[in-house]
């Protein structure tokens, strides 16, 4: 049989990824991005082999641009399409592991769309579209709140009234479950450890951050909770604040829940904490060069996300390694160094030479002999979501 090919669809409600996965090949034939859907500015921009392109299609919706992407796909994959994993955020407690799309499938990620009413929809959209347009491929729904399904009760629940638990599903669910679930397998055959004898901290670091205690290939806790608000500091959220920051700002400010909902999820992080920039790379520099927003809102990322890492550290029962991924935690060295600094207690200590060195995709361990191990695992969403499709193809 020759090597197969999945293409991967990532919805947001105005912008689609897109991304052909080979299984016998490490880097992908095709990727691409589209933005600004249903506006005059859409724009699809792609990668196919060394060629980049990109396309304006104003007013283009989801459709219109898969419309575009397919016969690129099938181009990419020399006519040989095997089938389409789509990345679903919320999959509630309906859905503890990946799913061939049927009917009952469909109507479970409509059913979970009051958990994530920006993104369910937008994820449904994209099925949709795949579906009607190319009818006779089998298409498999990755979630990324699945892999956190096996947290303990004591880790989900919240301290709030049984009832809303019950019936109304508030709980922590956690996301990001497709990366953190890809880098500690990737951390395992790293370190030719078994996965099934294994225990990891996490800490994936992107525009969206979070942490995850990972016990012989299953979640036992994480950061985000009902919603990917919860937890670290990140890009633009937030993360933990005071549950009373709503009522407060109402009574002083005269806020909405909407107000207070879109600084804490749209203009806070360290967007809010530095003035400057959501961008962690922009932040770095500009600490470099004194900026004290910047130096602020570094400082607060990685404190809290060391007291996330050392919380995360009651799920586990020994410790593997710590795990550094996302764009930032692949990238910043400084980042990685001054969390480290506040888990001294833990017997954290990094090599400078070694963390210095695993950027831009260089994955290893950067730990000092004696210390507990300190990794960085590129993450790879798209990879594991074809390798969940392909493995529901051959069931
Ligand atoms: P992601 O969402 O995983 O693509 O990660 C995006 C984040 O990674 C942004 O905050 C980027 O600034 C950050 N990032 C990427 N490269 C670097 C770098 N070299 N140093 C610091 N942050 C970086």
Redesign the pocket.
């Known amino acids: 049989m020759s090597a197969r090919n999945i293409l991967v669809i990532n919805c947001g409600s105005s912008s689609l990824k897109f991304a052909l996965v080979n299984e016998a090949q490490a880097t992908f034939p095709l990727q691409g991005l589209a933005e600004r859907l249903g506006s005059p500015e859409a724009v699809v921009h792609w990668q196919l082999g060394d060629a980049k392109e990109s396309l304006n299609l104003p007013g283009a919706d989801h459709r219109e641009i898969l419309n575009h992407v397919l016969p690129l796909a099938q181009e990419a994959a020399g006519g040989q399409l095997d089938g389409i994993g789509h990345r679903v955020v919320h999959g509630g407690e309906h859905f503890t592991a990946s799913s061939l799309i049927d009917a009952n499938v469909l109507e479970g990620i409509r059913a979970n769309a009051q958990l994530a009413p920006l993104h369910n929809p937008a994820n449904l959209v994209g099925i949709e579209a795949a579906m009607a347009l190319f009818p006779g491929l089998p298409q498999v729904s990755v979630f990324d709140t699945a892999f956190h399904q096996s947290m303990p009760e004591h880790a989900y629940r919240y301290a709030v009234p049984d009832f809303l638990y019950k019936e109304h599903g508030v709980r922590r669910y956690g996301f990001h479950g497709t990366s953190h679930r890809y880098v500690s397998k990737r951390a395992a055959e790293m370190m030719n450890l078994p996965v099934e004898d294994s225990s990891w901290l996490s800490a994936h670091l ?3 951050c979070s942490t995850c205690a990972i016990v012989n290939g299953e979640s036992r806790d994480t950061s985000m909770g009902l919603t990917p608000l919860e937890g670290l500091v990140m ?1 633009t959220r937030s993360g933990d604040v005071d549950p009373n920051l709503h009522s407060h700002l109402a009574r002083t400010l005269g806020w909405s829940i909407e107000q207070v909902d879109r600084m804490l999820n749209h203009d806070s992080g360290l967007k809010g904490l530095s003035g400057l920039s ?5 932040l ?1 520099e500009a600490r470099q060069a004194g900026h004290p927003g910047a130096t602020l809102a570094f400082e607060v990322f990685c404190y809290r996300l060391a007291k996330s890492l050392a919380g995360m550290a009651c799920g586990l029962q020994k410790l593997d390694g710590l795990i550094f991924t ?3 935690g692949e ?2 060295a400084a ?1 990685r160094e001054r969390t480290l600094d506040h888990l001294k207690l833990l017997g954290f200590q990094l090599d400078g030479e070694a963390n210095a060195r695993c ?1 831009r995709g260089v994955a290893g361990e950067i730990q000092v002999t004696g210390s507990p191990r300190v990794l960085v695992v590129p993450t790879n969403e798209e990879r594991q979501i074809a390798l969940d499709a392909l493995a529901l193809l051959d069931a």
């Open positions: 992107g525009n969206g890009g959501n961008d962690m790379r922009t770095s996302g764009g930032i990238n910043s980042v950027t």
